[in-house]
């Protein structure tokens, strides 16, 4: 059964700090990796997908890098924002696209 | 297209009543999943069709849980004998098999009181 795990928990950083979200997982038979955006109470917003055979994406001042092998990925957010702070939860695809998901990493920006 | 669309938004409900949550799903998608979120927790699959086939069903899906998609459109799911530790946000998503992305709707808090 896979598992998805996501360090840390929480995050506070100052604005304009680059920082790094982990998310690890134990089987990796993955098709793609997925990370999101969640605001409080609200769905989910798709930022990154990772396909398996590709070894990271980016989009504007986030950087998302995927090593099937050990079984991690990373989510790099350049220059943070206070518009950053939200919980970011990564999920690995598996068969019929049904999504498996971390517990998530809580990020506050403060100005 | 305005995406994935779920309703109600919010949901209070006495513990023991019956609820049912609707989601419309994006019109050319054939795959539809729904996903449950406790507080502080990612998302858990529950279920999901391949049009109105109802393919695969998580354990945490008890008997008081059923979903429907009959017409391979929108589909509802329905809690019966609601408890507190029902108390979730239920998410929905659907997809294709050219789609490599699922959208989500904003989805539906239940709170059981």
């Known amino acids: 059964k896979q598992e998805v795990t996501q360090i840390p928990a929480a995050l506070s950083v100052p604005e304009g700090e680059n920082l790094v979200l982990n998310c690890s997982f134990t089987?990796?038979?993955?098709?793609?990796l997925q990370w999101f955006r969640q605001d409080p109470g609200k769905g989910l917003t798709s930022l990154l997908l990772i396909q398996s055979s590709q070894r990271e994406q980016t989009s504007g001042r986030l950087n998302a890098s995927l090593d099937k092998s050990s079984g991690r990925s990373t989510l790099y957010i350049a220059a943070s924002q206070p518009g950053d702070s939200a919980t970011y939860l990564c999920a690995v695809v598996e068969d019929f696209q049904k999504l498996v998901f971390g517990t998530g990493t809580r990020l506050l920006v403060s100005p | 297209d305005t995406g994935v669309s779920q309703d109600p938004r919010h949901k209070i409900t006495k513990r023991g009543q019956n609820v049912t949550f609707r989601c419309d799903p994006i019109s050319e998608h054939n795959r539809l999943y729904w996903y449950r979120q406790t507080l502080g927790q990612g998302p858990e699959f529950l279920t999901y069709?391949?049009?109105?086939?109802?393919?695969?069903k998580s354990r945490l899906l008890s008997d008081r849980f059923s979903a429907e998609r009959p017409k391979g459109s929108f589909s509802t799911l329905e809690i019966q004998r609601t408890e507190q530790g029902d108390s979730a946000m239920y998410l929905c998503?659907?997809?294709?098999?050219?789609?490599?992305?699922?959208?989500f709707g904003s989805g539906t808090r239940l709170t059981v009181v």
């Open positions: 069709f391949q049009n109105e086939a109802q393919l695969e």
């Open positions: 089987d990796s038979a993955i098709y793609n």
């Open positions: 998503a659907s997809t294709t098999m050219g789609t490599l992305i699922p959208t």
